[in-house]
């Protein structure tokens, strides 16, 4: 059992998750952990699994705090056991953290890095923000506007 410490409800992250559950979001991006000192494995694994237990929102990890990434391990054990979690941003830049996947976690990768490529490759204006928004209108999803100063897609694409 997880120590007592961990049983208590991470609140931010649900008080917040609470005030947007009328607005009937897709999902809640939620970043590692993040202290100095990062938690380990299993005290990740409880503040998302508390987190979705308490919102029954479902959770997009976004994996970019520098000093909390989480392993390719980990993503995996949470989206196993943590049924909320729906998927992974991933941002961290290490490409090492890849590395250990198994023969047939290599391939599944690459025949997936294969599939990502061309939507990938379309998105190549500084723009990324603006370009997301535009692909993802294509997709049905209103796209809505840029922050400022980010301007809107080009009219070329």
């Not at 976690?105 to 379309?122: D, G, M, S, V």
């Not at 923000?129 to 897609?153: C, D, H, I, N, T």
Request: glycine share 8%; with cysteine; hydrophobic share 45%.
């Amino acid at each position: 059992a997880a120590p007592a410490r961990v049983r208590r409800r991470p609140r931010q992250a649900i008080e917040l998750a609470e005030a947007l559950a009328d607005l009937g979001p897709a999902a809640l991006q939620i970043t590692p952990v993040h202290y100095l000192c990062r938690p380990d494995d299993g005290h990740m694994l409880e503040y998302f699994r508390t987190v979705g237990r308490a919102t029954k929102i479902p959770i997009l990890i976004y994996n970019v705090v520098p000093w909390s990434y989480f392993s390719p391990v980990l993503l995996i054990r949470i989206l196993k056991e943590v049924p909320q979690v729906v998927g992974v941003k991933q941002s961290a830049g290490d490409m090492k953290l890849l590395a250990g996947f198994r023969v047939g976690a290599l391939r599944t990768a690459r025949r997936l890095h294969e599939k990502l490529q061309a939507p990938y490759n379309a998105l190549i204006d500084d723009n990324l923000p603006a370009m997301m928004k535009f692909a993802l209108s294509g997709q049905g999803v209103p796209e809505g506007y840029s922050r400022a100063p980010m301007p809107a897609a080009s009219s070329g694409l």
